[in-house]
């Protein structure tokens, strides 16, 4: 019974020192293979800065790694001097701005009165969010700038950049979604002790949802901060266009004469891609975060 029993603890000994040799292998090679995909997905940025440091330019496999009495910050005073940063971050800025504020109250309330408000043809209505999902913007764009540019004269205006863009479906499933999810009890209370519905959506809906108006902030962030084509359509004037279109510009026309286009171009990218970087580093832990159970307590 002894040596029958010390057998058995010894193959179980070596069982359990297998699985574990098992598992660290396993959790060795998924650390590596992510160590990989991260070194994939950050090498351009990578190369974007140093490529934008580098006086002179070297798009070979070796400019990756330049000598460093090749860096310096004269790429950013050439595109500085070219297209004037400071105006176009400003004309990104304002751009942005007021497509984050207009998609984020927009989508506020068409969110609410889709999850929480009951009215006939609801359920279609919400159907036809969806359905404008599907929909590509370059469709709609030359009955836009019809709208817009003529019947409305607003060209070279940041109203007419800013027009097409005030409401986002995506932004209005995001907040009906998170209204789903908050207890309807918390709503009958307040309704039965005689608060409004825009008093209940600011007053306790709205502290609730951090979560998702982060979100929809960030990504209505990055597609006003990169557009293009809409802000090239409905701007003519320098002063007026965004970094975007000022890069694209400088591209076509001032880059072939430029000394260090290669860099020029790298530093203008490293600053339109700066903020939206910035951004979700900053708010990268508020995604997972939130107050919900708060105020569901006691």
Known sequence: MTATATASSSAGKRRRRTDARGSASRSLGAKGALLVGAFAFLFPFYYMVIGSLQKEPDSSP???????????????????????LGRSL??????????I????????????????LHFRGRGTTFALVLLIQVVPFQLLMIPLYVLIVRDYGLADSYLGM???????????????????????????????DGAGELHILFRIALPLC???????????????????LWPFLVTKRQDMQPLAVSLANYISTVAAA?????????????????????????????????????????
């Open 101 to 116: 504020i207009c998609t984020t109250v927009f989508g506020l309330l068409a969110g609410y009165a889709l999850a929480r």
């Open 210 to 228: 951090r979560p998702a108006l982060l979100s929809v902030v960030l990504l209505s962030f990055t597609g006003p901060w990169n557009e293009f």
């Open 62 to 84: 070796a400019g990756a790694f330049p000598h460093p009495g090749n860096l310096s910050l004269h790429n950013y005073a050439a595109i500085n001097s070219a297209i004037s």
């Open 162 to 192: 800013i027009l097409p863009f005030a409401i986002n479906t995506g932004a209005v499933f995001i907040f009906r979604q998170f209204f789903l999810q908050l207890p309807p009890a918390m709503f009958e209370a307040a309704r039965m």
């Open 90 to 99: 400003v004309n990104s800025g304002i751009f942005t701005g007021g497509v």
């Open 258 to 298: 430029a000394a260090n286009p290669f860099g020029a171009i790298l530093a203008g990218a490293c600053v339109l891609a700066a903020p939206a970087v910035a951004l979700y580093i900053l708010f990268q832990r508020h995604f997972t975060s939130t107050d919900l159970d708060s105020a569901t307590k006691g």
